[in-house]
């Protein structure tokens, strides 16, 4: 079977939660590996992530083919037995994944903008596919739990702010609010990263960034109609929420007096579903 649809097929299969046996595992492990391997040998030989040559739909099939693995893995897109020996196996190709993951994005992102004023038609096909979505997804699990185990340094916040910049610039786009799936990477994404104290602290270092996020929150709670996408707003909101009483907690009224605009904002996204009571935070 030719290299993009086996791992499309590993893909699918993964990602159903339906993998129990460890040496079926196994047995996708090894041909997901073959083909990493391969795509690694063309790097020298293909200069761009994003074009409409079958090497590069091969290379984006196996990345994402990875991503979802790993997705899998963690437990986060489904739960299933096989999730900790599926661990074991993607954990020793997460440093090389991450590389090539990272590299993916920051194509995409370099012809991201370009791509907004064009019709879906007129997009490229590695660029349409969800193949990006599924990478930006993984890249914030590994950095969550790179976060969690490493000293935070400059390179790694660099990268947090841009996988953080990637999903909300991809939220603003409305042809990619018309893909759930798309949709759903990038809220996971944020929602992922959001939960570390450490991720937040970068993210809040930039100025007004958390009004900015719920602001992108309001827009794809009006735009999109999906319980998933729901629970993920709202768990992006409620990160949001405690690191801005945290902030204004320490701050002086002027300070508080922003606190209370950026909960009238996030009162209008979530509506009778308020999840914390302002008054009391002010």
Not at 59 to 74: G, I, N
Not at 112 to 117: H, I, K, S
Not at 183 to 212: A, F, H
């Amino acid at each position: 079977m030719p290299l993009m649809p086996a791992t499309k097929v590993c893909s699918l299969w993964i990602t159903s939660s339906i993998a129990t046996d460890l040496n079926d595992l196994r047995r996708v492990h090894q041909l997901l590996v073959s083909s990493l391997n391969k795509i690694q040998q063309h790097d020298s030989q293909t200069s761009k992530i994003f074009s409409t040559t079958s090497a590069t739909m091969e290379r984006l099939a196996v990345l994402k083919a990875w991503a979802d693995m790993y997705a899998v893995s963690v437990g986060e897109l489904g739960k299933s037995t096989g999730a900790t020996s599926l661990l074991e196996l993607v954990t020793p190709e997460l440093s090389t994944l991450n590389v090539l993951w990272m590299a993916a994005l920051k194509e995409y992102a370099v012809i991201f903008v370009p791509l907004q004023q064009q019709t879906v038609d007129e997009v490229p096909f590695g660029v349409r596919e969800a193949s990006w979505s599924s990478i930006l997804y993984s890249c914030s699990l590994y950095y969550s739990k790179v976060l969690l185990e490493e000293r935070v340094d400059s390179e790694i916040k660099t990268d947090v702010q841009f996988l953080v910049g990637v999903a909300m610039s991809s939220l603003n786009d409305p042809k990619i609010l018309m893909n759930i799936e798309q949709t759903l990477c990038c809220l996971r994404c944020l929602s992922s990263l959001l939960r570390q104290k450490s991720s937040m602290e970068i993210v809040t270092n930039t100025k007004n960034m958390l009004v900015e996020i719920t602001i992108v929150q309001l827009r794809v709670i009006l735009s999109v109609s999906d319980s998933q996408a729901e629970e993920l707003i709202m768990d992006v909101l409620n990160s949001c929420v405690s690191a801005e009483s945290q902030n204004a907690a320490a701050s002086s009224d002027a300070g508080q007096s922003e606190f209370c605009q950026f909960g009238i904002i996030l009162d209008r996204v979530v509506g009778k579903h308020v999840i914390m009571n302002y008054s009391d935070a002010i």
